[in-house]
């Protein structure tokens, strides 16, 4: 359930923007998603799935000097599954952004040290969450066609049901290159290093000896088949995100993207990887 309180922390964010009659934004996007392991389980146990999702957000950027400023963002966004819709989710996300360029210049580094806040709604409430993530990073043109980032950020889980509870150190890099004035394509690396949850069949993993898997927390998991568990395990995580983005004017665009994920457990317990694809249309005002 979406608390009273967090709502009004958004509002608070996103004040000093807009009384300050800084530049803001407006966006709108709907989306669709295809993942081949929904369930993040081993091979022999992924179920697949596909989600619509719709979202909005505003956004604005306060001036503090010649150097520095301040960008606030409110989005909002809900998805459907087609087939696991234990797995619906609606979501409120409050982000700020401290942003310092230290040089002049288009080629300049920036800096920035992000924190956001996000309170989930899911249609299985074990899932029900609040996450707090914390990042650096700095963005420079590398070239006038082709910019770099690296961000090295924290994010912590709590959800009603500790299973789903993480915490994890995160790791980016991120290229992007205009290949003509409205179309442009990036890169991103990422690495999400400390816990990952995995859904599966306990009596047939690993030849019937699910009992060997090195969990910190364990569950029945009301979102996929019945007799199906989910397993808090100690691991790492490494995404590979390439995608393409067009615009159709200032303010219409497609955004085509696709994933690959690979999840190593540290001790005992399940390995999985999968795919996943997805198409948004995004709208800014």
Same mark, same amino acid.
């Given at each position: 359930?979406?608390?009273?309180?967090?709502?009004?922390?958004?509002?608070?964010?996103?004040?000093?923007?807009?009384?300050?009659?800084?530049?803001?934004?407006?966006?709108?996007?709907?989306?669709?998603?295809?993942?081949?392991?929904?369930?993040?389980?081993?091979?022999?146990?992924?179920?697949?799935?596909?989600?619509?999702?719709?979202?909005?957000?505003?956004?604005?950027?306060?001036?503090?000097?010649?150097?520095?400023?301040?960008?606030?963002?409110?989005?909002?966004?809900?998805?459907?599954?087609?087939?696991?819709?234990? =797995? %619906?989710? &609606?979501?409120? @996300?409050? $982000? +700020?952004?401290?942003?310092?360029? *230290?040089?002049?210049?288009?080629?300049?580094?920036?800096?920035?040290?992000?924190?956001?806040?996000?309170?989930?709604?899911?249609?299985?409430?074990?899932?029900?969450?609040?996450?707090?993530?914390?990042?650096?990073?700095?963005?420079?043109?590398?070239?006038?066609?082709?910019?770099?980032?690296?961000?090295?950020?924290?994010?912590?889980?709590?959800?009603?049901?500790?299973?789903?509870?993480?915490?994890?150190?995160?790791?980016?890099?991120?290229?992007?290159?205009?290949?003509?004035?409205?179309?442009?394509?990036? =890169? %991103?690396? &990422?690495?999400? @290093?400390? $816990? +990952?949850?995995?859904?599966?069949? *306990?009596?047939?993993?690993?030849?019937?000896?699910?009992?060997?898997?090195?969990?910190?927390?364990?569950?029945?998991?009301?979102?996929?088949?019945?007799?199906?568990?989910?397993?808090?395990?100690?691991?790492?995580?490494?995404?590979?995100?390439?995608?393409?983005?067009?615009?159709?004017?200032?303010?219409?665009?497609?955004?085509?993207?696709?994933?690959?994920?690979?999840?190593?457990?540290?001790?005992?317990?399940?390995?999985?990887?999968?795919?996943?694809?997805?198409?948004?249309?995004?709208?800014?005002?």
């Amino acid at each position: 359930m979406i608390r009273g309180a967090g709502a009004l922390l958004m509002v608070l964010l996103m004040a000093p923007a807009v009384q300050a009659g800084r530049p803001w934004w407006l966006g709108l996007n709907a989306d669709y998603l295809s993942d081949d392991n929904i369930n993040r389980g081993p091979a022999g146990q992924t179920l697949d799935d596909s989600a619509f999702g719709i979202g909005a957000e505003a956004g604005g950027f306060l001036t503090l000097g010649e150097r520095s400023g301040l960008r606030v963002r409110l989005h909002v966004d809900a998805n459907r599954h087609d087939t696991y819709d234990k =797995l %619906d989710r &609606s979501r409120i @996300l409050a $982000e +700020a952004s401290l942003r310092f360029r *230290p040089g002049h210049g288009y080629t300049a580094t920036r800096y920035a040290l992000e924190l956001g806040y996000a309170m989930e709604d899911w249609r299985s409430s074990l899932r029900d969450a609040g996450v707090t993530r914390i990042r650096l990073q700095a963005d420079k043109r590398l070239t006038t066609r082709l910019q770099g980032r690296l961000a090295l950020g924290y994010e912590s889980r709590k959800a009603e049901e500790e299973t789903f509870s993480l915490d994890n150190t995160l790791l980016e890099g991120y290229l992007n290159y205009r290949l003509y004035p409205s179309g442009q394509l990036y =890169l %991103d690396l &990422s690495a999400r @290093l400390g $816990e +990952a949850v995995s859904s599966l069949d *306990p009596s047939t993993y690993g030849g019937g000896y699910g009992s060997r898997i090195r969990y910190t927390a364990w569950v029945a998991d009301d979102a996929f088949l019945p007799g199906w568990w989910a397993y808090r395990i100690d691991a790492d995580t490494g995404i590979v995100d390439l995608g393409f983005n067009h615009a159709f004017s200032r303010r219409l665009s497609l955004d085509l993207l696709a994933r690959g994920y690979r999840t190593r457990p540290r001790e005992d317990g399940p390995e999985y990887s999968g795919t996943a694809f997805s198409l948004a249309l995004l709208y800014r005002y």
